[in-house]
């Protein structure tokens, strides 16, 4: 028999998303070929939870999906104890998802210390120093399931993968979401009259799109094989981030008419500079609509 | 006897006590909650449209579309354009299909002595996936219904590739959950004929019937079902009398001291609600003449689930005949929400039966908000004497191998029921 990576999927505080977002991966069947899982929350295995928790069940990679606090159980144990016990044995750790990586949505979720394992958001944490050096992370919410299966095939190969601050892969993190979208030529000729449910404009100016300062490869690796929220006209969440949750995603903050936020990179006054220029071009083209009469 | 039931995206613990040998109650706990409702107070209210989706990774599109649903509720007048209203109803109906696939093929056929079908689950989700990412960007956790309409805009090539992936999914069912035609399948009214047929859903039902299971999982037979669109009626059924006449002021939540989930009921009586229930307030006659043989029975609840998989490819099919590309997505509503001191519900047909969602806001921030999840009307921990639906469902059965069919045949999902 083939000698298949033994992987660990532990969800902490959770809604499964990455879980689902894996179940998209085109092409599963070659994955499961090469991975076996000891546990996974919905794909059935070997061992129940239940052995996980009481016993040490030989593994190669640990997986964990959701928000990470001392009060939280699996199968009546501490996630923090489990991760504890498998930690040790394992080649790597990945954090799957911005819960897992930073705290996310439910790092709100009123248990005591709730963090990703390495991050508070953006703070490290130093609860699990010691694994610093077996960590990847790949972040999102959900993670894209290429990034995640990607890495884990890097991890087979023991590829060397650069990491950012953050512990994530350059090749998937180094990029913005604003690389790749269909509506980049709203945003580089500042042309700012976006409304939703139009196939134009950009949604940075009023409505909240954090893609030119969010790290990740949503408009490289489309989503579903199909598209990506930017791409559909739905602003960037920012979902990759350790700030995920910002309030009032929706509208874009500002000071005196100028986004808060601006591109990674890029200065205020130089931007205000530029893009007073970029406005001149007045292109009639991104004035109109796209597919004119 | 204790039993850890695993993989109903998460986990629930069953103590069954058992008398005469036969199971005489279940006591049923869920031992975590992750408190989104606290964790949406004090937010600017269309953030619920980002953070709502995330209380589930199998239905958050449902949880998205009650969340617009209930804010789009505290406004007077907002308008909304039938193109909007059809492209959510679509992208709903294919996230309940994906559901259903991944319930069939990964959850009730290892229950079945069976081999999980991994890639038969994931090759239909896939495309159901793809169908909701060609609106919303992406599958799971978009957020691309918002109030006043979708962000989207489509053309004709997104609905050729729509169709596309319908025609697919159609297709897959023919050649493997039921080997006819889809349009005789949905026209056929005898429950019986249908275990002539090949294909992995007869191959189950006709395990039911030599296995003599047939009579297992009935409960109460009552049935609820509250979200209305285009093919679901609102509605409530008593064994087979029908009335449409239910208000949502009766439906009530109330705490149990053993596990985190709440209690729901309605009019104080306990309710099924998913597929089956559907169907009963819909009286889809295939299923009728099920339940008429059947009962409420793991038969009757199985075929519905399945069933409503082909009900929902076709029905959308139609839908899209109806969308007018040149109505607008979106139109921006007339009031600012920060403008908004006001309260809303909704209620939507989710995978495993009624979601409700529950907002209050004052100047555009929310007070106050509440979920109700359709395993909480599933599986609401009664008392003895007052014994939840899945409960009932499993007194009397003589071993927890069939009880953890029965539980697993409402197709509980434990990360809704502790949101």
């Known amino acids: 028999m083939k000698n298949k990576m033994r992987v660990l999927w532990l969800s902490a505080i959770a809604c499964n998303g990455n879980t689902h977002s894996f179940l998209n991966y085109p092409f599963l069947e070659q994955f499961l070929d090469d991975f076996e899982f000891i546990y996974h929350p919905v794909i059935d295995s070997h061992y129940t939870l239940e052995d996980i928790v009481s016993k040490e069940i030989p593994c190669d990679i640990l997986l964990i999906e959701g928000a990470i606090s001392k009060e939280f159980q699996r199968a009546d144990v501490s996630v923090v104890d489990i991760i504890e016990k498998y930690s040790k044995i394992v080649q790597k750790i990945v954090t799957v998802g911005t819960c897992a990586t930073f705290g996310g949505i439910f790092r709100e979720s009123g248990y005591s210390e709730t963090s990703g394992l390495h991050f508070d958001q953006d703070k490290p944490s130093e609860r699990f120093h010691d694994l610093l050096d077996k960590t990847i992370s790949v972040s999102g919410c959900p993670v894209h399931p290429e990034v995640l299966v990607n890495t884990l095939y890097a991890i087979k190969k023991s590829a060397a993968l650069k990491l950012d601050n953050f512990l994530r892969p350059k090749e998937f993190y180094a990029y913005t979401i604003h690389n790749g979208c269909t509506r980049n030529e709203y945003f580089e000729y500042k042309v700012d009259n976006h409304q939703f449910g139009e196939l134009e404009g950009c949604m940075f100016y009023d409505h909240g799109c954090q893609a030119p300062f969010t790290h990740g490869s949503c408009n490289k690796i489309l989503w579903n094989e199909v598209n990506s929220k930017t791409r559909a006209g739905l602003s960037c969440m920012g979902c990759t981030e350790p700030t995920f949750p910002k309030q009032n995603l929706f509208s874009t903050k500002k000071n005196m008419a100028i986004p808060e936020n601006l591109p990674v990179g890029v200065g205020k006054r130089v931007y205000l500079t530029l893009a007073g220029i970029s406005k001149a071009f007045k292109i009639d083209r991104l004035e109109k609509k796209l597919f004119d009469d | ?419």
């Not at chain 2, 896939?126 to 799971?140: D, S």
């Not at chain 2, 908004?340 to 989710?350: M, N």
């Open chain 2, 1 to 419: 006897m204790i039993k850890l039931i695993e993989k109903i995206e998460g986990e629930a613990k069953l103590n069954f006590n058992f008398k005469d040998a036969k199971i005489d109650f279940v006591d049923i706990e869920f031992m975590s909650t992750r408190n989104i409702e606290n964790i949406l107070k004090g937010k600017s209210a269309f953030d619920a449209l980002v953070i709502n989706p995330r209380v589930c990774g199998i239905c958050g599109h449902a949880h998205l579309i009650a969340t617009v649903q209930a804010l789009e509720n505290c406004y007077d007048n907002l308008e909304l354009s039938n193109k909007a209203k059809i492209i959510r109803e679509l992208t709903l109906n294919f996230e309940l299909i994906q559901n259903h696939f991944k319930w069939y093929y990964l959850t009730m056929l290892p229950l079945f002595g069976q081999k999980q079908q991994v890639l038969k689950a994931t090759y239909p989700s896939q495309l159901m996936g793809k169908a909701i990412a060609l609106f919303g960007g992406q599958y799971p956790h978009t957020s691309y219904a918002i109030v006043g309409g979708v962000v989207c805009e489509i053309t004709e090539m997104d609905i050729i590739k729509l169709q596309h992936y319908i025609a697919q999914t159609i297709k897959f069912v023919e050649d493997n959950l039921v080997k006819i035609d889809s349009e005789n399948f949905l026209t056929c009214k005898d429950a019986d004929t249908l275990l002539d047929y090949e294909g992995d859903l007869p191959d189950i039902l006709r395990q039911i019937k030599k296995e003599k299971l047939l009579k297992y999982g009935k409960s109460y037979d009552r049935f609820i079902s509250f979200g209305e669109n285009s093919y679901f009626k609102k509605g409530k059924s008593l064994q087979t009398k029908v009335s449409h006449n239910i208000s949502i002021e009766h439906v009530k939540e109330s705490e149990i001291p053993s596990s985190f989930a709440k209690n729901v009921s309605f009019k104080d009586k306990y309710y099924e609600v998913g597929p089956l229930a559907r169907a009963m307030v819909n009286k889809t006659p295939l299923i009728a003449d099920a339940h008429k043989k059947y009962g409420d029975s793991i038969f009757s609840r199985i075929l519905a689930r399945v069933c409503e998989i082909s009900q929902l490819l076709e029905h959308s099919k139609k839908l899209i005949k109806d969308l007018d590309l040149s109505e607008p997505s979106y139109i921006e509503p007339s009031l600012d929400i920060s403008q908004l001191s006001a309260s809303g519900y909704s209620a939507v047909e989710a995978a495993r039966g009624t979601l409700i969602h529950k907002v209050e806001i004052e100047d555009g921030m929310i007070k106050n908000y509440e979920i109700i999840t359709p395993t909480q009307w599933n599986l609401s921990g009664g008392t003895k004497d007052k014994q939840g639906v899945s409960q009932k469902a499993m007194i009397g059965l003589s071993d927890i191998k069939t009880a953890e069919l029965v539980f697993k045949s409402f197709d509980v999902c434990s990360v809704c029921t502790t949101h």
